[in-house]
């Protein structure tokens, strides 16, 4: 027989729906079933239909002991794709590439989406904080705001008599953190810069879990009062990806305008002078008699921070109309894209993923298909799975003409003998 079971990875078996030694009826058909692997489907097709024609050729040696079948016969051949068994080590394997795939898209989807994201948290906190302030002085009484501008008028008059310093001790420190303190959290008031759409809370102090969120006061300089012989200085991170600050300070030029809120006053300033210069000088930040100034302080250059930029403004009358909406209640367009953007990839990544498993999903699903073999040997064009009782009477003109027609007992014994190839190739291995 020409069909090697072994080679191709086919089993053969023969049907039991008719008897192998006794003649087939008229219009019945006989059955092989031959279960293929689905990766070998292809290679077994030609190895198939030479079993076919094998089950169709009457052979000398039993031509005196079989009966004869009617030519109307035919023969039918199932081929079975059978799923292939894959082991847990091979499953997870095959995940690798996908598990990949979705770690790199999404520490590329928080890298795009962490400085707008947290820019926009910080500006809510600072929004917030702001709103508190705002808050708990809309509910003190004036007795309190005369107070509280008492002591910081005196403090302010002392630094006037010695000059500024910025090497407070220790106690020195306490009664400063206890100065235009309003609500316990060390804000003293918050500043807006209508150019750049900034609004910041002001703390006391410049330590780092201050300068991470919003911009801080200097200890040792003049606090934020207004008044003849005053110098403010307040300090703000710049070119954090965490949010923005002073990060557009240097966009500042001369004659723009500040404002200092603080209490119930509001501090007007406008931009006279612009100067970049070494970490230790610090002349430009001494009192100027009779001057009422503010000074903001940054690092320069952007990300490299090895001076320091001063923008110095004077006291001017405060109009209503410079103030912008800020950075911190606006809606940044950055952040709108990224809101608008990352929905999109996410359905786009997630469709394709959906795609793959569905298509993995239907390969493994496919149904077995009986493919329909001619008496002749030659494969048959209809896939679609059909019972033997089903099966169309076909006639062999050629063995007509010689009067020879095929049985049931012959297309059994060809099937038999490729089940015995088939077991002598396993006794070999």
Known sequence: MALDAHKAGVEASSGSSVPMESPAPSGTSTSARIRVPKHAANTAAPAIAHAAADTTAPTAANA??????????SVHVEVKLEKPTTSPRTRI????????????????????????VS????????SRAISSYDSAVAHMKPEDFTALWQDAEQYNAEIAGRGIYFNLSKEEYGRYGQLLNVAGTGMMGYITIPKLRV???????????VLQIASGHIPGSSLPTGGESTHV???????????????????????????????????????????????QE?????????????????CTPYAINTHRLLVRGHRVPYLDADYVQSDAVRIDPVLVATVVTVPIFIAIFGYLMMRRRHQRKRVAAEPSS???????????????????????????????????????AESGSSIVAAQGKHRKAQRKE
């Open 119 to 126: 820019n926009y948290y910080n500006a809510l906190i600072q």
């Open 233 to 279: 200085v307040l300090s703000g991170h710049r070119g954090l990806p965490s949010s923005k600050l002073f990060t557009d300070l240097d966009q500042l030029q001369e004659g723009d305008s500040f404002a200092l809120h603080v209490l119930d006053r509001t501090l007007s300033y406008q931009v006279d002078q612009i100067r970049t210069v070494e970490p």
């Open 199 to 209: 609004e910041l809370p002001i703390y006391h102090g410049v330590s780092e879990g």
């Open 93 to 116: 394997r095959k995940k690798i590439p996908d598990a990949l795939l979705i770690g790199v898209f999404l520490v590329g989807l928080a890298v795009l989406c962490y400085p707008a």
């Open 64 to 73: 005196a002991t079989l009966t004869e079948m009617p030519a109307a016969a």
């Open 370 to 408: 009986e493919l329909d073999t001619e008496p002749n040997g030659e494969l048959g064009t209809n896939l679609q799975p059909r019972s033997e009782a089903d099966a169309p009477p076909r006639v062999d003109s050629q063995k007509a003409e010689h009067g020879a027609s095929p049985t049931v």
């Open 282 to 298: 610090v002349q430009d930040l001494e009192l100027v008699s009779g001057q009422d100034y503010v000074t903001l302080v940054t």
